[in-house]
Structure formats: C-alpha cells, structure tokens
C-alpha cells in the first residue's frame, strides 16, 4: 500500500518478520537514540528482545519502504499478555484482563520521512490487526521525562494532540514501569510510560 509520502506499507508475514529483526534492530536503535527515549541501542538486547517478540503467534510488523525497497520505518504490536510482563502486570493489578488488550509497541520511522502520513497509516493497519485478532481495546506506552530534563530539545513537541485526534487518550493513573540504559548511562534504569488507550 502506498501514501502521499511515497512509501510503501505492508504487513509483514512470519518468515519475514523472522528476516526483517536486523532492520527492526537497526531503526529501533537509530530512532530511540533521540528524546525522548534517549536509548544507547545495543545489538545483543535487540536481539532478545525482538526474538522474544517475534515468538508471539499474534505479532504484527509494519513496514514502511522507500522506492528502493530499503525499510525505513517500522510499527509493531502484538498481544499485550505476550509482551513483556512489567507491561502486563500492572493492568491486572487494577482488575483489567491483559488477554483484552492488542499492545501497540514501537513505531520508528527515520526523521526525513515525518510529518507526510506514515505515523496515521501505521496506527491504522495495527488496529486493522487487532481487529482481526477479535481484540475490541488497543494501548501503548509513552515514556514520561521530567519537563526540566537537561537532554529535552527546546523545540520539542509531544505527540500528545496526534494520539488524542487518532482516539487515544491516558488511562489515569495506569503507569509501566521499564528498564534501559540511557545515552551516557553505564547501568540501566527505570523510566515509568504512560498507558494510552481506545477502543477499537
């Protein structure tokens, strides 16, 4: 599928999922360099933990290419009681059922391909997996920074207003808790992420 960017999007199957982790890894670590994840990218934890994500029967990659077929972002999601337990727990902590919700993980797309569709169109083909799968809730986390951080660019701006304009909005008080190592940090350390969610 094409859009107004020129990109092609697809979703990709299981043996090319299996085929496309090195590029997941490669644009999860170029793209969650910058803030507000702040992410100093290693090949071994991306090889874990993209192995353990593409083990999910109900796992859902998004790709996004350019002309030349080089993959250039990417969305992934999958069910939420497959992904990682610190994500899981705190749903059922306040009486929600994990199995109910399609957890929509990362969406990377390098920076010169922003701003013309991509983010719309890789929110759009996830919750059409989700549908698929028979789940009627999708979520996803967003990092929170303190707004006097050091590493916050002057002229960033949160993507807030586009989740909220896609349906989205926080679900108060429903905080994660996740761990890695931030860009100058020798150890990692735990960041908490905001839930967000819609009925889909």
């Not at 807030?160 to 761990?179: C, D, I, K, M, T």
Request: aromatic share 12%; proline share 6%.
């Amino acid at each position: 599928m094409a859009s107004r960017s020129g990109l092609n999007f697809s979703v990709l199957t299981a043996d090319e999922v299996e085929q496309a982790l090195d590029d997941l890894a490669r644009l999860r670590i170029a793209v969650f360099a910058a803030w507000p994840y702040l992410y100093d990218g290693d090949a071994d934890y991306e090889a874990r933990y993209l192995k353990h994500f593409a083990a999910s029967p109900g796992a859902v990659v998004v790709a996004a290419r350019d002309g030349n077929g080089h993959m250039v972002g990417a969305a992934t999601a999958a069910p939420l009681s497959d992904h990682a337990d610190e994500f899981a727990a705190p749903f059922a902590r306040i009486g929600l059922d994990p199995d109910d919700f399609f957890y929509l993980a990362e969406s990377v797309l390098l920076p010169e391909y922003r701003g013309q569709g991509a983010g719309r169109e890789f929110f759009a083909m996830r919750e059409a997996a989700g549908r698929a799968q028979g789940f009627e809730q999708a979520v996803f986390a967003s990092v929170l920074r303190p707004e006097d951080h050091p590493a916050r660019p002057d002229d960033y701006v949160a993507l807030n207003a586009f989740w909220q304009r896609l349906g989205y909005e926080p679900y108060p008080g429903l905080l994660v808790e996740f761990s890695w190592r931030d860009q100058g940090e020798t150890e990692e350390s735990v960041k908490p992420l905001q839930i967000w969610g819609r009925e889909l």
